[in-house]
């Protein structure tokens, strides 16, 4: 079983609230984005002495910089924009999406994201913490905005925080699943009852708000 703090894991939880936002017509598809460089390779010249001659050559300094999103989400703009995407400069700090749209797309219907932990949890990855360095890049060398993605608050929060799934709703896959109830006693749960610390809401109640 993997760990429910690891990226992958989250990934899969994810693609589960994406499959309903499919199923419920507000996306139209989704992959994995591509890979982009945000510095090239760097080598300087230098010169090479040996006993009978000398020679030129490149030093090598550092590898290039590369980072990959975790997806590219085509929103389906009839059903979904204001209710869960909208344009980075067209937003209500109030009462904002979960989703901003890229700018660098042509169609404007897209939305870059990388999931990640809620900054409480205990399980946060490195990832967590070199993110904000990478979106910094991406705005400035790309003109693309990667949104960083929590999907549901750590559990010291007592679901507190805002999450994607406490924003619009917790997938019934996620609902289900047997890692998502306590297997023994512990701090946080008894046996038996639901890890789920957050308000719930199925995809059915978000659409009929």
Not at 105 to 116: G, L
Request: proline share 5%; charged share 25%.
């Amino acid at each position: 079983m993997k760990e429910q703090g690891n990226d992958s894991t989250h990934e899969d939880y994810f693609e589960w609230w994406l499959e309903e936002a499919k199923e419920a017509g507000f996306v139209k598809g989704w992959k994995r984005a591509n890979t982009v460089t945000l510095a090239p390779a760097a080598s300087i010249p230098f010169t090479k002495y040996m006993k009978t001659k000398t020679t030129e050559v490149e030093k090598h300094l550092y590898h290039s910089l590369e980072y990959t999103p975790d997806y590219r989400v085509v929103f389906s703009l009839d059903t979904a924009e204001g209710i869960l995407c909208s344009n980075l400069f067209e937003q209500n700090s109030k009462d904002k999406p979960a989703f901003f749209l890229s700018m660098r797309d042509n169609f404007q219907e897209v939305s870059y994201v990388d999931v990640k932990p809620d900054r409480f949890s205990r399980q946060a990855s490195p990832s967590s913490v070199t993110f904000p360095i990478m979106q910094k890049l991406m705005w400035y060398v790309h003109n693309t905005y990667v949104q960083k993605v929590v999907l549901y608050p750590a559990t010291n929060t007592q679901g507190k925080n805002k999450t994607l799934f406490t924003q619009t709703w917790t997938p019934k896959k996620l609902l289900e699943h047997p890692d998502w109830v306590y297997k023994k006693d512990c701090k946080f749960g008894k046996k038996g009852e639901s890890r789920i610390k957050w308000p719930i809401r199925t995809v059915e109640e978000f659409l009929s708000l």
